[in-house]
């Protein structure tokens, strides 16, 4: 079996929740009204409050009121991350879909997280491979003046939706390979590799894709959201290379790491479909000094 293969199995992805930070809304009199407190039914906003006497009751809260949202990191946002990081992708754009019902009327407020949400579903959409659901929310997403981070990665959003419509792959790679050269951000350079992987396997040159999949849980691995699909492509492309044995045990982890998911689902089943089988005679499993090397990466990875 690969090298390569043994460090991946190895290195396990460990999901861990970020933590959820104390949310409020500031009214304007300097009243901090805490998430727990506040409650939104029909389209109007009201807060528990106690009053004098001790009865608990509810007090409407006007928009016009809110002076800032202090909610850096809504629960929703955190539910989805740790869905994708499951192999979930699907199940996480709902999740987002409920932050975005539930924010999109503070959209004007400051310090609110509704972009964040627009922004973490189009990635999620793209991850779960709904191209029509991408050109949906196309509009909306093309109307929000995003940061420089962000910009990279709605260009790569962007190189995914073309490529899928154009027979001519070499000029996506040509750019996706210009793209990972030009930026040092971690998340840009682990979708970029996909995106290459992708690109790779369409045009049926299987050892480039399966080294271009393996580099995200290599080098990549605090991008979990990705992680999984990353995994699941560098075994199908085992498949395409005859490492039968190879692909088996790989699809064996991985459904075995994603309970429940679509992306364990699949390995699942396409493990039924490979175990059992040899690798081709004519490529025994190699060892040692004769070992592919692992995916080489710039120091700046």
Excluded: H
Aim: net charge neutral; glycine share 6%; hydrophobic share 40%.
């Amino acid at each position: 079996m690969f090298r390569r293969l043994t460090f991946l199995f190895a290195f396990l992805v460990v999901v861990t929740a970020a933590p959820v930070r104390a949310q409020n809304i500031v009214l304007k009199d300097g009243t901090r009204v805490a998430a727990a407190d506040l409650n939104l039914a029909d389209g109007k906003i009201t807060r528990n409050i106690t009053l004098s006497n001790g009865v608990k009751a509810q007090a409407s809260v006007e928009l016009s009121d809110i002076l800032l949202m202090e909610w850096s990191n809504p629960k929703e946002l955190v539910n989805a991350r740790n869905l994708m990081a499951a192999g979930k992708a699907k199940e996480a754009v709902a999740v987002l879909q409920q932050g975005k019902d539930y924010f999109r009327q503070f959209k004007s407020t400051k310090g609110n997280p509704y972009n964040e949400l627009v922004f973490a579903q189009i990635e999620a959409l793209d991850q779960s491979g709904d191209f029509d659901a991408i050109y949906k929310v196309m509009p909306e997403v093309n109307g929000i003046n995003w940061g420089d981070d962000k910009k990279i990665a709605l260009r790569i959003i962007k190189l995914n939706l073309e490529r899928r419509t154009t027979p001519d792959q070499e000029k996506f790679l040509t750019e996706a390979e210009s793209l990972r050269e030009e930026t040092d951000d971690t998340s840009a350079r682990a979708k970029l590799s996909m995106t290459i992987g992708d690109i790779y396997f369409k045009k049926e040159r299987w050892t480039e894709a399966f080294d271009s999949y393996l580099r995200v849980p290599v080098f990549y691995g605090s991008q979990t959201a990705i992680v999984p699909q990353a995994e699941l492509g560098a075994a199908r492309c085992l498949v395409k290379m005859e490492r039968y044995k190879d692909a088996a045990a790989m699809f064996e982890r991985i459904s075995q790491s994603y309970p429940g998911s679509d992306v364990g689902d699949t390995a699942k089943k396409e493990f039924l479909a490979n175990t059992g089988r040899d690798n081709k005679p004519d490529k025994p499993p190699q060892s040692g000094n004769d070992s592919p090397k692992k995916p080489d990466e710039k120091a700046k990875s």
